[in-house]
Nanobody, 120 residues
Framework: QVQVVESGGGLMQPGGSLRLSCAAS????????MGWYRQAPGKQRELVAT???????NYADFVKGRFTISRDNAKNTVYLEMTSLKPEDTAVYYC??????????????WGQGTQVTVSS
């Protein structure tokens, strides 16, 4: 079995910073791409940032220059450093991981989500 668990969400004032973490665990052989998505109330889930196993990154335009995605392959963990937070960043943030399990099955796994609220 595979688990993907996010942490680090919370309430932050506009202009503040937060760091999200997401760890994959279980019967993992390797983790390929990892990414962060978000879903605000009444809106569809949208891509925030992705990172390949070798560190190639991709960002949504609305977070470029403010958010940084990184990963630790040894820990099967991905991070999202969020700075200059805006009220419109308020959403549930979900982690996604493309995982090859030890029985050679490849699939996308999602975490349960972590709430980020930006408000004064």
């Amino acid at each position: 079995q595979v688990q993907v668990v996010e942490s680090g969400g919370g309430l932050m004032q506009p202009g503040g910073s937060l760091r999200l973490s997401c760890a994959a665990s279980g019967t993992i052989f390797s983790v390929a791409a990892m990414g962060w998505y978000r879903q605000a109330p009444g809106k569809q889930r949208e891509l925030v940032a992705t990172i390949s196993r070798i560190g190639s990154t991709n960002y949504a335009d609305f977070v470029k220059g403010r958010f940084t995605i990184s990963r630790d392959n040894a820990k099967n963990t991905v991070y999202l450093e969020m700075t200059s937070l805006k009220p419109e960043d308020t959403a549930v943030y979900y982690c996604n991981a493309e995982i090859l399990t030890r029985d050679w099955r490849k699939a996308d796994y999602w975490g349960q989500g972590t709430q980020v609220t930006v408000s004064s």
